[in-house]
C-alpha cells in the first residue's frame, strides 16, 4: 500500500526513523512565528527575507508560497524509509488531491498551456496521471483515461467520465474529491494518521454543509463516511438548516458568533485540528511529531497565502484569519 498507486514511486530511502525527526526539529525552527509583525508589515514579503518561504515567494509571487509546500512534502517524503511512506502515504495522497483538482479545474476551463505544470511542480501525484493531465487531448478524452487509471487502483473510480457528462464540472470535481477520500480512508493506517484524517472527514462534511445552507443550495451535499461524526447526522442537519446542531459535537466557544459565515467555520475548525495535534509530538512517537511538523507547514503556508492576498484588509480582520 505504500504509495497508494496515487503517489510516485521514489527510489527507496533507508534512513532510520530518528534521523528524519532531527531533521525535521531543526527545520522547524527556521518557521516565521510572528504572525502580527507580518501583518503590519507594508510589505510582507520582503519581512520574510530570513525564511525559507522567501525564495519562492521572490521567485513565484504569492503563488510561491503554495510551490514551497509541494517541494516540502517532496522532500520529506524522499527521506521517509519503506514504513514511514507506507505509513504516510495518505496523509501525502490527502493533499495531491487539491493538486488533481486544481489541474482539472485549469484543464476544463483551458488556460494557458504551463499552468498545468506549474500545479504539478514537484507534485507526488503518480508519474502515470501527471502524464495524463499534461497530455494534448480534449477534455473529456482525458477524462476517460483518467477514469481508465485510477479504476485500475479501485472501482470506486468507475463512472467518472459519465458523471461529468450528466452533471457538469463541478459535480464532477464533488464526486472525484469524495471518491479519493473515500479510497484514503479505506487503507489501512496507523491510529494516529486515521484519527487526523477522520478530522479532515469533519472538516470536510462541515464546510459542504454551512455552504449550501449559507447559499441556500437545495441539494444535499455529498457527505464522506469515516468521520468521528456519521453522515446521516449531517444529513438530518442539512434537512433542519441548523449548523449548530452539528456544531455542538465540537469544542467550539461561542458558536454563534465563530461561525456566521463559512470562511469563519473553516478558521475555527482548522485552528481546532491545529489544537488536537499540537499535543501529538509530547507523546514522543515518531509519527506523532512528523505528522505535527507537517500540519504546521501547511499551516504556516496557508497563512501566509492569506495575508499575501488581503493586503488591502484592516490588520484586525486579517488577524481573525489566523489559524492559531
Not at 497508494?4 to 531543526?26: I, M, N, Q, T, W
Not at 522532500?75 to 524509509?81: D, E, I, L, S, T
Not at 507534485?123 to 502524464?131: F, T
Request: include cysteine; charged fraction near 25%.
Amino acid at each position: 500500500m505504500g504509495n497508494l498507486s496515487l503517489l510516485k514511486k521514489l527510489d527507496e530511502c533507508e534512513y532510520p526513523d530518528d534521523f528524519l525527526v532531527a531533521r525535521l526539529h531543526g527545520k522547524k525552527g527556521s518557521l516565521f512565528r510572528n504572525w502580527e509583525f507580518l501583518i503590519a508589515s507594508s510589505n510582507p514579503m520582503e519581512t520574510m527575507q530570513d525564511t525559507p518561504f522567501y525564495p519562492y515567494l521572490r521567485k513565484y509571487a504569492a503563488a510561491g508560497v503554495w510551490r514551497f509546500l509541494r517541494n516540502e512534502h517532496m522532500w520529506v517524503y524522499k527521506r521517509m524509509n519503506r514504513r514511514l511512506r507506507t505509513i504516510f502515504g495518505p496523509y501525502f495522497a490527502y493533499h495531491e488531491i487539491n493538486t488533481l483538482i486544481k489541474s482539472l479545474r485549469c484543464l476544463y476551463s483551458k488556460n494557458e498551456d504551463g499552468i498545468v505544470a506549474q500545479q504539478l511542480h514537484n507534485s507526488l501525484l503518480h508519474n502515470d496521471i501527471q502524464k495524463i493531465l499534461t497530455g494534448t487531448q480534449d477534455f473529456p478524452d482525458m477524462l476517460n483515461d483518467l477514469e481508465a487509471s485510477l479504476s485500475s487502483i479501485s472501482r470506486n473510480f468507475y463512472g467518472l467520465g459519465g458523471h461529468y457528462e450528466k452533471n457538469g464540472f463541478s459535480a464532477l470535481e464533488l464526486f472525484l474529491r469524495e471518491k479519493l477520500l473515500t479510497y484514503i480512508l479505506l487503507k489501512n493506517q496507523s491510529p494516529m494518521l486515521k484519527t487526523f484524517l477522520q478530522y479532515m472527514v469533519d472538516f470536510h462534511n462541515c464546510m459542504a454543509l454551512a455552504k449550501n445552507i449559507g447559499w441556500q443550495v437545495e441539494l444535499e451535499p455529498a457527505f464522506i463516511n469515516g468521520g468521528t461524526l456519521e453522515p446521516e447526522k449531517f444529513r438530518r442537519t442539512f434537512l433542519r438548516k441548523d449548523l449548530g446542531a452539528v456544531l455542538k459535537s465540537f469544542p467550539i466557544p461561542s458558536r454563534e458568533e465563530s461561525v456566521s459565515s463559512p470562511p469563519e467555520l473553516e478558521i475555527v475548525l482548522l485552528s481546532l485540528i491545529t489544537h488536537e495535534l499540537k499535543g501529538w509530538p509530547y507523546q514522543k512517537t515518531v509519527v506523532g511529531g512528523v505528522l505535527f511538523y507537517l500540519w504546521e507547514q501547511f499551516r504556516y503556508t496557508r497563512n501566509i497565502s492569506m495575508v499575501l492576498s488581503t493586503i488591502q484588509l484592516e490588520d484586525e480582520a486579517v488577524s481573525k484569519s489566523i489559524i492559531a
